[in-house]
């Protein structure tokens, strides 16, 4: 009566094909965080970088002039975010502190909300929202003081007959994790 049992050649090819399924298993898993962990690291990226490039374009207002009225939220409702984000138009941007700063980014799909917050004459901040883990909820809240201060021209500086030359600067980028946008 032949044996049931597997024999040696056999018994390798199974062993071999259960480790291939484990490491090919282990291998996905690796590939899915991964892949999780560079989307959440790009979308950070995107969010500090537009973050600046809003903040620098409020100080440089400032400096020829004042700092901008506060801003609503752009987008206004936060579930355009959601899925693969808003695409904005030149129209979302029409807000003064965003026709100031040349800031309205058009040319790519946004994953935030943004807004200027004017606080006084020479303060304020830009802040963006986010759904970095993409659940639809906001997540992350981005912050950049921007600074004003009046002072005296220096020798170099051909300020012609000004007493004071205004120089307005935007402080770091500031993350923090929130369960839902202020109002």
């Not at 282990?26 to 899915?32: Q, R």
């Not at 981005?142 to 935007?170: H, L």
């Not at 500031?174 to 946008?181: D, F, L, S």
């Amino acid at each position: 009566m032949p044996s049931k049992s597997l024999s040696g050649k056999r018994l390798v090819a199974v062993g071999a094909a259960v480790i291939a399924v484990v490491a090919l298993g282990i291998f996905l898993a690796f590939a899915f965080v991964g892949r999780k962990q560079l989307v959440r690291a790009s979308l950070l990226s995107e969010g500090r970088r537009r973050l600046g490039d809003f903040g620098e374009g409020v100080a440089h207002c400032a400096t020829t002039g004042k700092l901008p009225p506060s801003s609503p939220l752009v987008p206004a409702d936060f579930s355009l975010l959601a899925g693969a984000g808003y695409r904005t138009t030149k129209s979302d941007w029409q807000a003064e502190a965003f026709t100031c700063a040349h800031f309205a980014p058009t040319d790519a799909t946004c994953h935030y909300q943004f807004r200027w917050i004017r606080q006084s004459d020479d303060t304020g901040i830009v802040q963006a929202y986010g759904d970095i883990d993409r659940d639809e909820k906001p997540d992350t809240e981005m912050t950049a003081p921007i600074r004003c201060i009046d002072r005296p021209p220096k020798p170099e500086e051909n300020a012609g007959s000004a007493t004071t030359v205004r120089e307005c600067g935007v402080g770091p980028v500031q993350e923090e994790a929130i369960t839902a946008v202020p109002r």
